[in-house]
């Protein structure tokens, strides 16, 4: 797993640890990021972890990092730098079947979806094709079924602050049955789909917002229902 430790408030680390003979353990030393924010970790189908986080930097408020950890070793190696927009809002980080890196992140116009190639990140879709760009898209999280075929699910201003869901399926970008799933004024959204390719969305409500207000709403698409 991966943590980041803000015991020091002007400089945060990020370790990834394992559990090996019943003890937590640090996979080589922290690494030193300002305003380190949002790790992730994934498992490749060959085991190896991928970690991912944002974090400060002068010139440009954001940015992002992929390290693969590699060999007997657990050797960490930076893949190149992944595309962050300005005006960042969020960012969600996953692993294809296959164990390709694919990053979905929103400024606080437009979200789009991003592929690592071995040498370099290229845009899901048309280059620099924005899925949604409706003046205010946050809060995204990527999953994948298990053809490899990506989803994605944000918070949809344009359909009053609701969850909407999109897959990418010959070369374009698709709504999931209707844009708008969920109660309104959703955060904090996050995307599953389990190994029967079942899909699931999970979202807070803020307090103050009706009857959902100050809940976690978890949803499970149904095709069969229309």
């Known amino acids: ?102 990053m979905a992140y929103t400024n606080n116009a437009k979200l789009a979806v991003a592929r690592y ?30 053809q490899g075929t990506p989803y994605v699910a944000y918070r949809d201003v344009a359909n009053g602050n609701r969850v909407t869901v999109m897959k990418f399926e010959n070369m374009s970008w698709s709504v999931v049955e209707y844009a708008g799933i969920s109660a309104d004024n959703a955060e904090w959204v996050n995307l599953a789909i389990d190994s029967t390719d079942n899909i699931y969305v999970s979202y807070y409500v803020a307090t103050g917002n009706g009857a959902l207000g100050g809940k976690v709403t978890v949803l499970k698409y149904d095709p069969d229902l229309h």
Not at 7 to 33: E, M, P
Not at 50 to 62: E, H, I, M, R
Not at 119 to 128: F, H, K, L, M
């Open 1 to 102: 797993m991966s943590y980041i430790d803000v015991s020091q408030s002007s400089f945060q680390y990020v370790h990834v640890v394992r559990l090996q003979d019943g003890n937590w353990q640090k996979i080589q030393t922290g690494i030193g990021a300002r305003g380190a924010n949002h790790s992730v970790i994934a498992l490749d189908p060959s085991n190896a972890p991928y970690l991912f986080y944002t974090y400060y930097n002068v010139g440009n408020p954001v940015k992002a990092a992929v390290a693969k950890y590699e060999g007997q070793s657990l050797t960490r190696n930076f893949l190149s730098e992944p595309p962050i927009p300005s005006g960042y809002w969020s960012a969600s980080f996953a692993l294809d079947p296959g164990g390709v890196p694919y």
């Open 117 to 146: 190639t071995g040498s370099a990140w290229e845009a899901v879709g048309t280059a620099d094709f924005p899925i949604q760009d409706n003046g205010g898209v946050l809060y995204a999280s990527i999953a994948f079924d298990s």
